[in-house]
């Protein structure tokens, strides 16, 4: 049986979609050739790509809406830089809520001024900040919706004036929202979708017109756009496994399923940190992530006797970042229910025998 998988990242898959993943390594198609070793211009691959492309926007409801999806490489890191790249003329505003935000920010005064509108950087990015007000004489708005190494979400989004740009790395597809407020969203797909390696990027297409400056062409947003996300060798097997995983998703119902179920997790989780007089939270409850769960016990005598019993149990990536320490239980969308359920039961035994 597998581990129960709470790694931050790379994410845990639908076991459904790792088979399919690697019985196309060896033989794609049937056509006795791998998937990995097939033209990325050949028709399979092109079909691949294609489908991964319309059903992140189907799944956004962005289809024919004037919206765009690519899969690109560099990883979500690369996005802190091209976003600016691309989009930021005199000045952009940013929402500072953690690490990522944080290195988003200093890839950005690179080409321009900018407005830190609100930061929680104060509490140790325990909390999400409520109270900013975007200006308007920027030239877009970027924040981040879910914030992986401390455990905080965004459960809603500003209204804004100007272009906002969002990085949903860690919580893409894992909850319903709408949309179409993003001029341009992008998350790495190790968490929600499949191995690293690409990116997705999904772009309204009138924003394509205000790009900035001259751009490079592989960092050139409307390069990639206008070449159908073919402008150089795509990551291949990052991009089927994520098309597959779309697949899986779709299957099971889209993301109104996957956000009950995703729900369901949390609320079973964080009722037991509450409950336990064991484990403290780290974060304030109303911006608590529904993907990354973060706490601490309140004793760390225990901590030995606590890491011997999870790993007993054969649950696997429960350690905190090291900026932060503790636990950190990522809940991504492939986790099963009775996963969280080992976790708890472990939490529960462990104040048994405390």
């Known amino acids: 049986m597998k581990k129960h998988n709470f790694s931050a990242g790379p994410c845990i898959l639908p076991e459904s979609v790792l088979k399919k993943a690697s019985e196309a390594v060896i033989n794609f198609n049937n056509d006795d050739l791998s998937l990995i070793e097939i033209s990325h211009r050949s028709q399979p691959f092109v079909d691949v790509i294609e489908k991964a492309r319309a059903l992140a926007l189907e799944h956004l ?14 990883g979500a890191s690369s996005q802190f830089l091209m976003t600016a790249y691309n989009f930021l003329d005199k ?12 290195k988003a920010i200093e890839e950005a005064k690179l080409f321009g001024d900018l407005v830190e509108v609100a930061s929680s950087k104060d509490k140790n990015f325990n909390y999400i900040p409520k109270e900013f007000t975007i200006p308007t004489d920027v030239d877009y708005f970027h924040c981040t919706s879910n914030n992986t190494i401390y455990g905080t979400q965004m459960k ?70 206008d070449k159908d996300s073919m402008y150089n060798t795509p990551p291949v097997f990052s991009v089927y496994v994520s098309m597959l995983t779309l697949e899986w998703l779709k299957e099971l119902g889209g993301i109104n ?17 509450d409950r336990n ?60 229910l009775y996963s969280v359920q080992a976790l708890v039961d472990v939490m529960k035994e462990l104040e048994r025998k405390a």
């Not at 409801?61 to 560099?74: E, H, I, R």
């Not at 000045?91 to 500072?96: C, D, E, G, H, T």
């Not at 399923?257 to 964080?270: G, H, P, S, T, V």
Request: hydrophobic share 40%.
């Open 156 to 225: 809603s989004f500003p209204e804004s004036e100007v272009p906002m740009i969002c990085d949903m790395s860690s919580d893409i597809f894992s909850r319903q929202l709408d949309f179409s407020k993003f001029d341009l969203i992008y998350a790495g797909a190790q968490k929600n979708m499949g191995p690293a390696g690409a990116t997705l990027v999904v772009i309204k297409n009138d924003f394509l017109d205000k790009i900035c400056r001259v751009v490079p062409s592989m960092l050139n947003y409307k390069m990639h756009a």
């Open 257 to 273: 399923f996957i956000e009950e179920l995703n729900q369901k997790k949390a609320d079973l989780l964080y009722t037991e940190i």
């Open 277 to 336: 007089p064991l484990f403290r939270g780290l974060v304030n409850k109303e911006d608590r992530s529904n993907m990354n769960a973060t706490f601490v016990l309140e004793n760390e005598q225990l901590q030995e006797r606590f890491n011997t019993m999870w790993l007993d149990a054969r649950i696997n990536g429960l350690e905190g970042h090291r900026s932060v320490g503790g636990y950190r239980a990522s809940m991504y969308n492939a986790l099963p």
């Open 91 to 102: 000045k952009a505003a940013y929402l500072n809520t953690g690490t990522w935000s944080s």
């Open 61 to 74: 409801n962005l289809q024919d809406k004037g919206y765009t999806a690519l899969f690109l490489q560099g």
